[in-house]
């Protein structure tokens, strides 16, 4: 089974990018959000792999930016009526920590923002993500009557990097490219000096 992929970005193409790992192309299908993230065609990505299947698309490998935008996904698929499509569409417009507000504010609107999701599938996410950890964000049940409290992580060393590049006059989608291509480079433990150091010499490329 195949968990993640790094390699040379070959193509981007709607709905999807060919990753050379070795001579070996991958095509990955992606959510739009994510490739706006993707760095140049001929640069060095690396993707957190979902695989499906089905028997009208066969086998077919998802991709994402992060180990908790795979998680949302699986997470989002294990409800009934949700497909691979409605996933990544859900994703797209609200990442895992935004879908984890939404959640807490019982807020199907922002759900059904999602193209190809309706009220009642809406609904259906909002009611079934309730007490179900989302990546890092774990929601927790609240009493009748009551609204359910998110309980998030400290701030994470990506948010902070992306917010002293936006301090630098960087504007937000270079600054979530730069940091997102420094992790790659650093690894998800590195310290957030490091990530900024890196983040700016991708930048200046």
């Known amino acids: ?3 993640r992929l790094r390699g040379v970005l070959a193509e981007v ?3 999807h990018c060919l990753i050379d790992c070795a001579g070996v192309g991958y ?3 992606c959510g739009a959000r994510t490739l706006q993230r993707l760095p140049a065609p001929g640069d060095e990505a690396t993707l957190h792999v979902e695989q499906s299947w089905s028997a009208e698309n066969g086998p077919r490998l998802y991709g994402f930016l992060t180990r908790d935008e795979r998680r949302a996904f699986t997470t989002l698929l294990a409800i009934q009526g949700v497909g691979p ?5 859900v994703l797209d417009v609200l990442p895992p920590g935004e879908l984890a507000a939404a959640v807490a504010r019982e807020d199907k609107a922002a759900v059904g923002r999602a193209n190809g999701v309706g009220p009642k599938l809406a609904l259906r996410i909002v009611t079934e993500l309730k007490g179900k950890p989302l990546g890092d964000v774990s929601f927790t049940p609240s009493a009748p009557g009551a609204h359910a409290e998110v309980v998030t992580p400290a701030p994470s060393v990506t948010g902070e990097a992306v917010s002293a590049l936006l301090g630098l006059g960087v504007a937000e989608v270079n600054a979530r490219r730069a940091v997102d291509q420094a992790l790659i480079r650093l690894g998800d433990e590195a310290e ?3 990530v900024i150091r890196a983040a700016l010499q991708e930048l200046g490329r």
């Open 85 to 89: 499509k409605a996933a990544l569409s």
């Open 27 to 29: 095509v990955v299908a």
């Open 1 to 3: 089974m195949i968990g």
């Open 192 to 194: 957030l000096s490091a």
């Open 13 to 15: 193409e709607e709905g």
